[in-house]
């Protein structure tokens, strides 16, 4: 199925989301619509799935003009679309899930059967493109990346043609997004055509076929996959990116953070953190590295205050383990939680008030019993012009705003108390390539100004171009500690659980070389997930850990 | 027609709380009229020959939800033929008086992500509170009656937090715990007025000692039943609870709390003393209920009887849900809720054969059925979709806000 987007036009008040947007996607191609948060990529997937009626413009397929007024039109011309926010019901089976909403098992009143036809529907699709899962698995118990592959052959058991993605590898592992990578490239095998949305640069250059750059909602090129990140990045943003992040070798300091002995233990009383022990100096960053659920939740909920844990962990000779949150932040503490939709903002409250969630009740933003709301409002007008959050006005309630720009706020409360101790999770989460430059370059400011820095990142790329020290955590323990120069190729056979065990040791570099990669290695996350899969044992016990 | 009028034409016809909130009363008043009409026999009889004969039905059904009504408005609001015209409007406002109390308990927990139910409860403990004082203690006027409101609501108040504190320090879910608080409250109240310590040895009920002259709450205006003490609390209380809720630190926290714990607690903020504090102001609101229940203008006996609570804890709840639990909302909700049950009272002595009173309770479910189903009303008077980011009047929003509500036109 050949579609094609002319001329589309939307704008919601006086800002124009899409301006005469033409996209052409051929089939069995992966097209990337890249851009950054804000470009307008979203509005106009939402325009091609019905969701949105564009001011001007048409949708051709197969060189008939289609109007589409709601999804349902567009599921018929054979669009199937994957939101980045899954719509399946938690308690209901894979197949129960697929059952809902199509048209041909309504009104079954014998619902055994149509859950049996069910069955062999998800079976027949999951085997034609290989996409393995369980029918019978409740969605509440699948790890992300299987929830967005039942969300995929939805689509597919409508008979789609044309898949679009919106921002699919914004929630998976990096083991996870090359399952999605694998999985799109048998789609396009099989003569379907996937639209592919995102900000990553790298996952562009890994997947697509053509590359559509959007920037302000206007098309401003497109590009071939060959080219460098440093000139897709320049596409998006309008202006030359630095990707390398730069940094003035520093001598860090004394200790500032002393972990001995941690344990922790995760939701369902497993032990999650295992003995761990490390220094953290003045002006440093160290990177804590891994596969998502080897610790690096718990491991930070411990030192922050919000799960109790056993051992010590000392900022400046103050004991953070057993305090409440309070006393932690009270103590200097910025942090940047992993998830900035649970942990960090509260919906209904305008970005001003966000901003000061940590510091209610403290100067300047009031006192004990009352709020400074004009302190509040020149704040939050301040951040949103320091940290470039895309927003009307600071009194705009932050579920408004787009994923990027929520961590922008969630970022900005954390910096904004000169922290004594900087811990940030995934702090690039979603933002795209500009935002991520900013955040990082303030990152570093304050390692420079002496501060001890935490970070944990599932983002290989990010944690090698931010740290001094990069900690590798396998299992709940810290399996090396190496400098940023290291190579991928080592560190992901470190995160596999390969290498020494160097817990406790801080400095201790593997002496050994690693394995040979074995096949051409994509760059960043994706190396690790090969090596991992080059190794024998440890790579079972690893994408065990990566599952839970 | 001038653009500016065109606006405000447009607002008032897209689906803004106020509107739907104004159609929800006009088709509350619709079912209330069928309603008179389903309860009178005549009226029955000649719509059964309705076909042959269609000016009976129609004229006499008229008239009588006419009369029911404007017997409604006299007793609510105006009344040009009573020798004080304006009485009727103190009346409504000493029968909004305590359900704006009990609004706004329901409310300032509701902000806070709770639910409370055990209105009753807190009540009553309440009462028990502030009655014992009034009749135990014998001190002068101002300093009396001071006193019962204070222990009134620290007795309210604890009973709120015990509910808090089930909830944070045990987790048992306020809901369940209210329920079964409300089944002890009442156990117990029935308990107490037959000991010797509360009962009142002049009569042969079960009720409890009235509380002396010094601990009634002193009347403003008007005469039986007079506007007094409670009302002016009632404006503080509404002040308080807005002041707490758009001002205050407490505020903030309570909001966070209830809109995303988790987030309020990695920003430093206890969840559990959060809501501790919400059930504790809930109470001592529903402690101020019951003082206006024992000493003040509606209590005959100015005593406590098995039924004291008179269901006001409950009421709150649709107070609050049609005030949207907002305090401004609530004092609003509280006031059409106090007209209903006025006038209702006046309707069902003036109308022959009587409307029962039982009507202005169907018109208050009603009402808030269809505030709390906005759609509906949208639906059946065919307003416009409000839509944040769209239409000339709207201001520039980002667009994801317009995505997101395009997707979810229910928010």
């Known amino acids: 199925m050949r579609l094609e987007l002319r001329g589309i036009t939307k704008t919601f008040g006086s800002v124009a989301a899409n301006s005469a947007i033409d996209l052409t996607v051929e089939p069995g191609e992966i097209h990337c619509l890249l851009g950054e948060n804000g470009a307008g990529k979203s509005t106009l997937m939402n325009i091609l799935y019905g969701l949105l009626t564009p001011d001007s413009g048409e949708i051709v397929v197969d060189g008939e003009a289609r109007e589409f007024k709601s999804p349902r039109d567009a599921i018929a011309a054979g669009i199937g679309m994957v939101h980045q926010h899954f719509m399946l019901v938690p308690v209901f089976s894979v197949a129960e899930n697929l059952v809902l909403g199509n048209e041909e098992s309504r009104g079954g009143l014998l619902s055994w059967l149509d859950r049996r036809k069910a069955r062999a529907d998800v079976l027949a699709v999951s085997a034609r493109y290989g996409l393995p899962v369980d029918p019978d698995a409740l969605v509440e118990d699948l790890p992300v990346g299987v929830q967005q592959r039942v969300e995929i052959i939805k689509a597919l058991m409508r008979d789609a043609q044309v898949l679009i993605l919106d921002e699919p590898t914004a929630v998976l592992t990096p083991q996870e997004t090359e399952e999605l990578f694998t999985v799109m490239r048998g789609l396009k095998a099989a003569g379907k055509s996937v639209v592919f949305i995102t900000h990553k640069l790298n996952e562009v250059r890994a997947v697509a076929d053509r590359i559509t750059v959007i920037r302000r909602g206007a098309v401003v090129g497109s590009a071939e996959p060959t080219a460098t990140p440093r000139e897709l990045a320049a596409l998006m943003v309008g202006r030359d990116v630095r990707l390398v992040v730069e940094k003035e070798p520093r001598e860090p300091g004394e200790v500032a953070l002393r972990v001995r002995g941690l344990s922790v233990l995760d939701d369902r009383g497993f032990p999650a953190v295992d003995d761990l022990s490390f220094d953290l100096h003045a002006g440093e960053v160290l990177g804590i590295a891994g596969v998502q659920g080897n610790g690096q939740t718990e491991l930070v909920e411990a030192i922050t205050g919000l799960r109790p844990a056993q051992g010590s962990a000392e900022l400046h000779g103050q004991q953070l383990i057993g305090s409440s949150p309070h006393k932690v932040l009270a103590l200097g503490l910025g942090h940047v939680p992993e998830d900035r939709q649970h942990d960090g903002l509260v919906p209904d409250f305008s970005i001003a008030e966000n901003l000061v969630l940590d510091a209610a009740g403290q100067a300047p933003f009031g006192n004990a019993l009352t709020l400074d709301l004009d302190a509040i409002a020149k704040n939050g007008a301040e951040r949103l012009a320091e940290f470039d959050i895309r927003a009307e006005s600071a009194q705009t309630p932050a579920a408004a705003l787009s994923g990027g720009n929520q961590q922008k706020v969630v970022v900005a409360r954390a910096l904004q108390r000169d922290p004594a101790l900087l811990v940030a999770s995934q702090p690039t989460r979603g933002v795209d390539v500009g935002a991520m430059e900013f955040i990082h370059k303030r990152i570093i400011e304050q390692r420079d100004a002496g501060k001890p820095v935490l970070i944990v990142s599932t983002e290989l790329d990010e944690i090698t171009a931010l740290s001094d020290r990069i900690a590798v955590m396998y299992r709940g323990k810290i399996v090396g500690i190496v400098p940023p120069g290291t190579s991928n190729e080592e560190l992901g056979l470190l995160m596999a659980g390969g290498g020494h065990d160097a817990a406790g040791e801080p400095d201790t570099q593997p002496d050994t070389e690693p394995e040979p990669v074995p096949k051409e290695a994509p760059a960043g996350e994706s190396a690790a997930e090969s090596v991992a899969e080059s190794a024998e044992a440890p790579a079972e016990e690893s994408s065990e850990t990566a599952d839970e | ?411």
């Open chain 2, 1 to 411: 027609m001038s653009n500016r009028l065109k606006r405000i034409l447009l607002a008032i016809a897209s689906a803004n709380t106020v509107t739907v909130t104004v159609l929800a009363f006009v088709l509350a008043v619709l079912v209330g009229g069928i309603l008179m009409i389903l309860s009178d026999q005549q009226l029955l009889h000649e719509w059964g020959y309705v076909t042959s004969v269609p000016g009976d039905a129609f004229k006499d059904s008229w008239h009588k939800v006419a009369d029911g009504y404007v017997a409604m408005f006299h007793g609510a609001i105006y009344d040009p033929k009573a020798p004080q015209a304006l009485r009727p409007i103190e009346n409504t406002i000493v029968n909004a008086t305590p359900l704006v109390f009990a609004g706004l308990a329901v409310a300032v927990p509701f902000r806070a992500g709770l639910f409370n139910i055990g209105g009753q409860s807190q009540l009553i403990i309440g009462a028990v509170g502030a009655t014992w004082i009034g009749f135990t203690v014998s001190a002068p006027l101002p300093v009396h009656v001071l006193l019962a409101i204070v222990v009134g609501m620290l007795c309210g108040a604890l009973v709120g937090g015990l509910t808090g504190l089930l909830k944070t320090r045990f987790g048992a879910h306020e809901v369940i715990s209210s329920i079964m608080l409300n089944n002890i409250a009442l156990g117990v109240l029935a308990w107490l007025i037959s000991t010797k310590a509360f009962h009142d040895p002049k009569r042969q009920d079960a009720i409890s000692k009235p509380v002396k002259d010094s601990a009634l709450l002193p009347h403003i205006h008007g005469s039986s039943p007079e506007v007094n003490l409670s009302t002016l609390l009632a404006i503080l209380a509404v002040v308080a609870v807005w002041w707490l809720l758009s001002r205050s630190t407490l505020g903030f926290r309570l909001k966070a709390v209830g809109s995303n714990p988790d987030a309020a607690n990695t920003a430093g903020i206890s969840v559990a003393r959060t809501q501790v504090y919400a059930m504790l102001i809930a109470g001592a609101l529903m402690g101020l209920v019951a003082v206006t229940q024992i000493s003040g203008t509606l209590s005959a006996s100015h005593a406590m009887t098995q039924t004291l609570d008179n269901g006001i804890g409950f009421t709150g709840i649709t107070v609050a849900l049609l005030g949207r639990g907002k305090p401004v909302g609530v004092a609003l909700a509280a006031l059409l809720f106090g007209a209903l049950n006025a006038g209702g009272r006046v309707m069902e002595a003036a109308t022959q054969p009587t409307v029962p009173h039982d009507v202005v309770t169907v018109l208050q479910a009603v009402i808030v059925i269809f505030v709390a189903a906005p759609l509906l009303v949208k639906e059946i008077f065919r307003l416009r979709e409000v839509r944040r980011g769209s239409g000339p009047a709207a201001s520039s929003v980002a667009p994801a806000t317009a995505v997101d509500s395009a997707i979810e036109p229910v928010a």
